[in-house]
C-alpha cells in the first residue's frame, strides 16, 4: 500500500485541493508539510465551494486522520476560525485532526512586518500576502520562533515574546514609525488560542510513522508549486518554504525512503499569481484565459496572470520532485480555443536553450519558443473514458507526456470530484 506524495509542479494554484480531495477517499491519513494560511485549496463537492487554508483537504470525507505537520507554520487565529467554519458546514472536526506541537506560530507582528517589509521595497517588493508567513520561518531559522508547543506554558511563552519583541518594536518604532506591541496583551490571547487547540496538539511525527509502519496509506500534501520553492523557484519571487517532495520529511519527520510516489499536478496552461517571471504570459496578464479558467487565489481573491503551457519549467519540476505521473488539470478550460501553443524551449539573446534557467536575470531575458497544435470544440466536462476525448485533446495530452517526460494518470475536466478521468490506480504497488 504505497504513501503518496502531491506536489504542484508549475507556479502553485494547479488544482491540488480537487486531486487530493478525491484521492482521499482512499486513503488512511492526509498530511500537510509545509506553507501557512497563505495557501489555499478549493474543493468543490455536490456544487458546494469549500476553500481549505491550514487543514489537509482529507477533512472532507469521515474517518480520515488530518495532520498539520512541523513545516506548516500555524496562524492559530485563523485555524480556530477554520476548524468553525468546517463544523458550523456540519464537517466534523475533532479526533480526527492532529497538528504537531513542534510547528511555527504566526502572531500579528509577523503580519505587521511582512507589509511594512513590501511597502518600505516598492516597486521592488515580492508580492507577498502580508499574512506573515515569510517572518515567521524567518524567525524559526533564526532560532528565535515560537511554537505551538509554547503556547500552553505561560512562562515559555512570555519568555519568547519578550525574545522577539526587543528588536521586533526597536524595528517597529524607529525603522517602520509603526507602533510597538504589548507583550501582555499577545499573552492573554495566544494562552486563550493554545486552550483551544490543545486537544489537537501531538508529537505528529511519531503519529505518521506509526501510521506508515502499520501499513496504513498516507497521503502528503504540498502547497504552492515548485517554482515558489525557497531553494529552487523564481528566487527572490518565492515562497519561504519548500513545496518540492524533498520537503516532507523535513516538513512531517519521515525520512526519505518511507516515501514511495510522487504526483506532480500539472494545469493544462500556466498562471501564477504575484510578481516574478512568467516566460509564457499572454499579454496583459491573459485576462481571456483569467476568465475563462476562473483563476482567482483561493486565499486572497488576487487574479492570476495566464499564460500557455510551459512544458520546459515543468520538465525541470519533474527532475526536481522525481514524479513520472501527472494529473492533468483544467483541460475543460481549453476547449474553444482554436490553436493552442506549448513551450517547447527558451531563446535568450537569439540563442535556443532548452532547459530552465536558475537565474533571475536569465529569467527575465527568456523569449519562449512555441509549438502549435490544433484544439478542440467540444465541451468535454461529461467525458468519462480517455478515448471519448477529442482527438486534438488526446494529442495534447500525449505531447505534454512526451515533452515533460512522465505519464498523464489523472485528468481533470471540471471542478467537480466527479469531473475526473483515472488513468492509473495511483496506490498500485
Not at 496583551?185 to 488560542?193: G, I, K, P, S, T
Amino acid at each position: 500500500m504505497p504513501n503518496l506524495v502531491i506536489v504542484g509542479a508549475q507556479w502553485g494554484d494547479e488544482g491540488k485541493g480537487k486531486i487530493i480531495d478525491m484521492l482521499s477517499e482512499d486513503v488512511d491519513a492526509v498530511v500537510r508539510f509545509q506553507g501557512g494560511n497563505n495557501a489555499g485549496h478549493t474543493v468543490v463537492v455536490k456544487g458546494k465551494k469549500n476553500i481549505l487554508h491550514l487543514i489537509p483537504c482529507g477533512i472532507l470525507h469521515e474517518g480520515k486522520t488530518c495532520i498539520i505537520g512541523n513545516g506548516v507554520v500555524i496562524d492559530p487565529k485563523a485555524l480556530l476560525h477554520e476548524i468553525a467554519e468546517l463544523q458550523a458546514g456540519n464537517v466534523e472536526v475533532g479526533e480526527n485532526l492532529k497538528i504537531s506541537a513542534l510547528a511555527p506560530v504566526t502572531f500579528p507582528f509577523h503580519r505587521a512586518l511582512d507589509k511594512a517589509k513590501e511597502t518600505k521595497l516598492g516597486k521592488e517588493k515580492i508580492d507577498t500576502t502580508h499574512r506573515g508567513i515569510g517572518p515567521t520561518y524567518t524567525d524559526k531559522y533564526g532560532r528565535i520562533g515560537i511554537r505551538i508547543v509554547d503556547l500552553l506554558d505561560e512562562n515559555r511563552l512570555r519568555q519568547r515574546l519578550e525574545q522577539n519583541l526587543s528588536e521586533k518594536n526597536y524595528l517597529f518604532e524607529n525603522y517602520f514609525s509603526l507602533p510597538a506591541f504589548k507583550i501582555e496583551e499577545l499573552l492573554v490571547e495566544y494562552l486563550e488560542f493554545g486552550k483551544q487547540l490543545k486537544p489537537f496538539i501531538t508529537d505528529t511525527a511519531f503519529l505518521i510513522n506509526q501510521l506508515l509502519a502499520a501499513g496504513k496509506k498516507v497521503l502528503f500534501e504540498g502547497a504552492q508549486g515548485t517554482f515558489l520553492d525557497v531553494d529552487f523557484g523564481t528566487y527572490p519571487f518565492v515562497t519561504a518554504s519548500h513545496p518540492i517532495a524533498g520537503g516532507v520529511s523535513i516538513g512531517t519527520g519521515v525520512g526519505p525512503t518511507r516515501i514511495d510516489r510522487v504526483l506532480g499536478i500539472v494545469k493544462a496552461y500556466t498562471t501564477r499569481v504575484g510578481a516574478g517571471p512568467l516566460p509564457t504570459e499572454w499579454e496583459g496578464g491573459g485576462e481571456e484565459l483569467r476568465k475563462r479558467g476562473s483563476e482567482f487565489g483561493a486565499t486572497t481573491g488576487r487574479p492570476r496572470r495566464c499564460g500557455w503551457f510551459d512544458a520546459i519549467g515543468v520538465r525541470r519540476a519533474q527532475m526536481l520532485n522525481g514524479f513520472d505521473q501527472m494529473a492533468l488539470t483544467k483541460l475543460d478550460v481549453l476547449s474553444g480555443i482554436p490553436k493552442l501553443k506549448l513551450c517547447v524551449g527558451y531563446k535568450i539573446d537569439n540563442e535556443i536553450i532548452k532547459d530552465f534557467p536558475v537565474t533571475i536575470d536569465e529569467l527575465e531575458k527568456i523569449a519562449p519558443v512555441y509549438e502549435e497544435m490544433d484544439g478542440w470544440e467540444e465541451d468535454i466536462k461529461q467525458i468519462k473514458k480517455f478515448e471519448d476525448l477529442p482527438e486534438n485533446a488526446k494529442k495534447y495530452i500525449n505531447r505534454i507526456e512526451t515533452l515533460v517526460g512522465a505519464k498523464v494518470a489523472v485528468i481533470s475536466i471540471g471542478e467537480d470530484r466527479t469531473q475526473t478521468i483515472i488513468l492509473e490506480d495511483l496506490f498500485e504497488n
